[in-house]
């Protein structure tokens, strides 16, 4: 089971994504559904994806359940719930309750959007993610190496929690990388109760200058600070379009990942993202 951790599905004519407003994001300022991506998947010999979320409303997450629930392909989904809605539980229960309910394996925040470096910490924060991993849920961090301190203490505040770490944090490939954030991804992986997607780092390069041999140091180092079982594939679709198509980008990282041996390869490609998110049964189901 070849899996596609990290894929959106959006349509700027019916909901505002604030993020997309930037001129450079013009060319992925259209509908993405289903019908697009399944040829991809099939072409790329991906057999199944999990769906992330790509805004701030409830209303998204109900939509990508229901789009769980006619689509086969798609056997997660990481949607948005408000971390700091005292009722927070009370609404969890009612999303499993949905048609592709059972779907749901993990909530986001915008993290790096927040003004506050240290959100994560609020103290009504850190209640939502008690009551979202009260119900087995992961936690995923969308963070830069800005936030990534208070990941770490976050993290350590739940050690039994599961979290995954979208775009290896993105690191600033661009500008050569950074000390900053190397630093600080090898201290959050010292937790070990954190995977790391490889996921977005195209997008993260200069979009038309950038190949596999550009992106091998970051994917080395996340390597490093991760181990074989923490690292996770996802094409980060159709944001990756930026930089290079689906296949570029697949070709692209399983290149990266299988310089570090078939193992490292083969299990970032669905085992680890398995485990990370609870896949297990769902996995068994479509074999």
């Not at 041999?213 to 594939?233: N, Q, S, T, Y």
């Amino acid at each position: 089971m070849i899996v596609d951790a990290h894929q959106h599905f959006w349509d700027p004519a019916r909901a505002d994504y604030p993020w997309m407003e930037a001129d450079e994001l013009a060319p992925i300022r259209r509908a993405f559904g289903p019908a697009d991506l399944a040829p991809l998947l099939q072409a790329n010999g991906i057999d199944a994806s999990i769906l992330v979320q790509c805004r701030s409303a409830l209303e998204e997450t109900e939509e990508f359940l229901r789009i769980a629930d006619a689509t086969p392909s798609v056997i997660g989904v990481v949607g948005w719930a408000d971390l700091t809605d005292a009722a927070l539980g009370e609404t969890l229960d009612r999303l499993r309750a949905l048609p592709g309910g059972a779907k749901l394996v993990g909530i986001r925040h915008q993290v790096h959007d927040e003004l506050d470096a240290d959100w994560l910490l609020r103290e009504d924060v850190q209640r939502g993610l008690t009551a979202v991993f009260a119900h087995d849920l992961a936690y995923d961090f969308l963070v830069r190496s800005r936030e990534l301190p208070a990941a770490i203490a976050t993290a350590q505040a739940f050690p039994h929690a599961r979290f995954v770490l979208d775009h290896a944090a993105k690191p600033p490939i661009a500008a050569g990388g950074s000390t900053e954030w190397a630093e600080r991804i090898a201290a959050l992986a010292a937790c070990g109760n954190v995977w790391c997607k490889i996921s977005g780092l195209a997008t993260e390069a200069v979009w038309d200058d950038w190949n596999a041999e550009r992106l091998f140091p970051f994917v080395a180092h996340a390597a490093k600070c991760f181990g074989e079982d923490r690292l996770i594939f996802g094409s980060d679709w159709p944001v990756c379009l930026l930089a290079g198509s689906y296949g570029e980008i697949k070709t692209a990282l399983e290149a990266c990942l299988a310089r570090l041996g078939p193992r490292v390869r083969d299990k970032a490609f669905g085992v680890n993202a398995a485990q990370a998110y609870r896949l297990a049964s769902r996995v068994g189901a479509m074999k």
